[in-house]
């Protein structure tokens, strides 16, 4: 009887290889084939930890209006955002993907006048109700800005910011280990680990960016909404972001606001392209940017307008 053994390797959608080594006992010496096959060809054979993530939904937006004062940002917009996955939201100027990704942490509510209509839920609880905690959520739900904004204080109490205030270190010991796992996490720790005192606006545009990702990573969110993180970035520093994103879906549920079409292709599973308010069509990215079912992705997306 030959033996299969199955073994899975990286849990991403477009990157997932599957290593098939079969091992016969009929022959003398045992015979390994390697065989690097796509998820998608397996799909039958295996219920993959994976294939259980795209049917469960970590925040589900139910027919939402926004409006600032009497001007409405969106309009009828549900979408459903898998967890760990990285989900792109693309679209011209103006047309409200910030205004999108700010109601998914109640980043909105700072804003005199602004009032949504519908439902936005994590982990099904709808945290628009009245009884939401929404610094809790604000935990749960970290956000990177366009522009890095590091506090100016070491790199080392940037990262431990949020931990003080939220009382998560028992020890000064324990804060150690969570700057240097989270500065790890967040790819700098080998570039500032020999001067962590040091005043976190010496940094790079590049490395400051990464610090504010540290900065957030420290609380422990479950999900983390990205506004343009790299669109005031050289292109080096630009990569190393997107290495980034990529990386940390395997522990978080991540959504980013982009105006460059090829990161969204890059780095995301899924993206949502939207019009004047509007969500035009969501689907997985490979989709949206090969066969859009919509006009309009297809004339945004291939460069008519934008
Ligand atoms: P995008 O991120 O796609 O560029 P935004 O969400 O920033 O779009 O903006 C959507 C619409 O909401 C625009 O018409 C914009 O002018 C308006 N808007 C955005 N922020 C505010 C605000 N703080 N106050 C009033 N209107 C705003």
């Given amino acids: ?22 091992r016969s006992q009929d022959v003398h010496s045992p015979v390994t084939f390697s065989v690097i096959i796509s998820m998608h060809a397996f799909a039958d054979l295996l219920q993959s930890p994976l ?21 409405q940002a969106l309009y009828d917009v549900s979408m459903q955002i898998r967890p760990q996955f990285v989900t792109a939201l693309i679209g011209p100027s103006g047309c409200g993907k910030s205004t999108f990704l ?48 590091p506090f100016p204080m070491s790199i080392y109490d940037n990262v431990a910011y949020g931990v003080r205030v ?9 804060l150690d280990e969570i700057v240097e796992k989270t500065l790890t ?17 010496s940094l790079s545009g590049g490395q400051q960016q990464r610090l ?5 990573l420290a609380v422990e969110p479950e999900v983390i909404l990205m506004d343009e993180p790299a669109s005031a970035l050289d292109p080096i520093s630009t990569a190393k972001i997107e290495e980034l994103i990529y990386n ?8 980013v606001v982009t105006h460059n079409m090829q990161q969204a292709a ?13 969500l035009v069509e969501f689907n997985e990215t490979k989709k949206i940017f090969t066969a859009p079912v919509n006009r309009e992705t297809e004339d945004y997306i291939t460069g008519r307008f934008g």
Avoid at 114 to 141: C, F, P, Q, T
Avoid at 212 to 216: D, E, P, V
Avoid at 266 to 278: A, H, I, K, P, Q
């Fill in 212 to 216: 504010c990702i540290a900065r957030a």
């Fill in 1 to 22: 009887m030959p033996q299969v053994d199955v073994e899975m390797r990286d849990n991403s959608v477009n990157f997932l290889r599957t290593k098939l080594s079969v």
């Fill in 166 to 174: 939220n009382g998560l270190a028992k020890r000064r010991l324990q």
């Fill in 51 to 71: 294939e259980a993530m795209a049917d469960s939904v970590k925040i589900s937006v139910n027919h939402t209006n926004f409006y600032y004062g009497s001007n």
């Fill in 102 to 149: 700010r109601s998914l942490n109640r980043m909105n509510d700072l804003i005199p006048g602004a009032r949504l209509e519908g439902k936005v839920e994590l982990d099904g609880e709808n945290i628009y109700s009245d009884d939401m905690d929404v610094i809790h959520l604000r935990r749960r739900v970290g956000m990177i800005f366009q522009r890095s904004n």
């Fill in 185 to 201: 996490a967040a790819a700098l720790w080998d570039e500032v680990k020999d001067r962590l005192s040091r005043s976190a606006l």
């Fill in 266 to 278: 890059r780095v995301s599973d899924e993206t949502g392209f939207f019009l004047t308010g509007r």
């Fill in 248 to 255: 940390l879906k395997r522990n978080y549920t991540i959504i």
